[in-house]
């Protein structure tokens, strides 16, 4: 039972990381216009 549980909750939190990845496209800062943050 305590298995189960602990299985479920691990399986959550990986469905969890992989929308959040994938699925839940963040706004990203492009200020990369002085030059100093590495992008080029």
Do not use: Y
Not at 4 to 24: D, N, P, S, T
Not at 30 to 38: E, F, R, S, T, V
């Amino acid at each position: 039972m305590i298995q189960e549980i602990i299985a479920f909750v691990i399986l959550f939190i990986a469905i969890g990381f992989l929308v959040k990845k994938f699925l839940w496209k963040s706004k990203k800062k492009k200020n990369c216009g002085d030059g100093n943050c590495g992008c080029s």
